[in-house]
């Protein structure tokens, strides 16, 4: 069966940068996109980029640009989003994504808190 | 920037009919998917191309697009319907779009 597996919670501080996993399974791992999506406590889902995991090509959102970075390691087939700049606006649940239609799978969730 | 409008909440009583919309322009243009999430759970899809609904959704669960309006219908809205529901299209400028979510109350 499809799984999309994240790394654990983080806790860091303003100004730093994070990085999490998620490592993809039971299907081949370059045939779909995968999305990174953000979700602050208690608010709305708000997409942040995708890669296509075949070529690499990346697509962020206006309101991550210049902070977020999507990669991926076809070999562990694991995709990663690295974000900068932390702020505690950005202590939110993070979610990587297959949004292919009736494809469509989530990975667990990772908490990141930004905290001093 | 494209933009996903919904109620911020919806209250029903336990066999009534829940209706959420969802509007954006020229919506009916796009598909439109729908998603449920519960407390501390990930999303999960209960509509996608705007009507069509994944094996193990209740047929309760219904969709429809047209206008600027796609609108989830459950119908004999239960209990365990209750959570927040989301909308999604995609804009070829934008990228994914999620509407603002609706928080559903079963009384």
């Known amino acids: 069966q499809v799984q999309l597996v994240q790394s654990g919670a983080e806790v860091k501080k303003p100004g730093a940068s994070v990085k999490v996993s998620c490592q993809a399974s039971?299907?081949?791992?370059?045939?779909?996109?995968i999305h990174w999506v953000r979700q602050a406590p208690g608010q709305r889902l708000e997409w942040m980029g995708w890669i296509n995991v075949g070529n690499g090509n990346t697509k962020y959102s206006q309101s991550f640009q210049g902070r977020v970075t999507i990669t991926r390691d076809t070999s562990a087939t694991t995709a990663y989003l690295e974000l900068s700049s932390l702020r505690s606006e950005d202590t939110a649940v993070f979610y990587c994504?297959?949004?292919?239609?009736?494809?469509?799978?989530w990975g667990q969730g990772t908490l990141v808190t930004v905290s001093s | 920037s494209y933009e996903l409008t919904q109620p911020p909440s919806v209250s029903v009583s336990p066999g009534q009919t829940t209706t959420i919309t969802c509007s954006g322009d020229?919506?009916?243009?796009?598909?439109t998917t729908w998603y449920q999430q519960r407390p501390g759970q990930s999303p999960l899809l209960v509509i996608y191309?705007?009507?069509k609904r994944p094996s193990g959704i209740p047929d309760r669960f219904s969709g429809s697009n047209s206008g600027n309006t796609a609108t989830l219908t459950i119908s004999g809205t239960q209990a365990i319907d209750e959570a927040d529901f989301y909308c999604q299209a995609w804009d070829s400028s934008t990228g994914v779009v999620f509407g603002g979510g609706t928080k559903l109350t079963v009384l």
């Open positions: 039971g299907y081949t791992f370059t045939r779909h996109e």
């Open positions: 994504a297959i949004l292919s239609g009736l494809f469509d799978y």
């Open positions: 191309h705007d009507n």
């Open positions: 020229e919506l009916g243009r796009r598909y």
